[in-house]
């Protein structure tokens, strides 16, 4: 049972284009969420999402930010327009069900770099 | 609002040594507490998890206790190794939702 993948691993755009961020949860995982980790800052939680549904986006900042996890395939972070500011790493993580205090399980993260 | 702090930021101590983590949270609502554990440029590993109503977790050299009245949790660990370097985070999930909400950490490092 592989875990929670995420792609691509390490990602560089220039200022201005768009990100893709991909993350496939662990087998039988609906539940996925987003966090961001600054450099020299923590871990933020940016989104929750259920198959086709987001459940929590109070962490996504209000424009050029957006998130899916569609019926079939990986969830997507998708940043529009990317500033210098977006450089950081972003984590997936996946559980099993929404009930409150399930353990979530981390992928490697990728690493976008604005340039 | 959940504010959770790790202190101390970063630690420094020779190999053999026991490391104690100092973990604490402002809102005591909480329905689990989880440690992980994050090396340089990669992602976090699950250490321990502790829900609520339990007082410690233990997995080998590693111990986590919860004192959810104060709003406090430590991680020990016993017989620190070099291998043990690495950045130490706690995590929060309030009763009321699945979002984790993450300390600072705290930057261990372990001579030989």
């Known amino acids: 049972n592989a875990g929670v993948m995420q792609n691509p691993r390490h990602l560089v755009r220039r200022r201005g284009q768009e990100a893709r961020l991909r993350c496939s949860p662990m087998?039988?995982?609906?539940?996925v969420y987003w966090y961001r980790q600054l450099p020299e800052e923590g871990l933020k939680f940016m989104v929750y999402?259920?198959?086709?549904?987001?459940?929590?986006e109070s962490g996504m900042p209000k424009e050029r930010f957006s998130a899916e996890f569609p019926k079939e395939g990986p969830s997507i972070l998708r940043i529009q327009q990317v500033v210098r500011g977006d450089s950081a790493a972003y984590f997936c993580?996946?559980?099993?069900?929404?009930?409150?205090?399930?353990?979530?399980?981390f992928g490697q993260g990728t690493r976008l770099t604005v340039v | 609002k959940q504010e959770v702090t790790q202190i101390p930021a970063a630690l420094s101590v020779p190999e053999g040594e026991n490391l104690v983590l100092n973990c604490s949270f402002t809102?005591?609502?909480?329905?689990?507490l989880q440690w992980f554990r994050q090396d340089p440029g990669k992602g976090l590993t699950s250490l321990l998890l502790i829900q609520s109503s339990q007082r410690e977790q233990t997995s080998g050299r590693l111990n986590a206790s919860l004192d959810k009245s104060s709003g406090r949790s430590t991680l020990y660990i016993a017989a620190s190794q070099p291998g043990d370097s690495a950045t130490y985070l706690c995590?929060?999930?309030?009763?009321?939702?699945?979002?984790?909400?993450f300390g600072g950490g705290t930057r261990v490092l372990v001579k030989p």
């Open positions: 995590a929060v999930i309030k009763a009321a939702g699945n979002k984790l909400t």
């Open positions: 087998k039988g995982h609906s539940h």
């Open positions: 993580a996946s559980s099993p069900r929404g009930r409150p205090g399930t353990e979530a399980f």
């Open positions: 999402l259920q198959k086709e549904n987001i459940i929590d």
């Open positions: 809102d005591s609502a909480i329905y689990n």
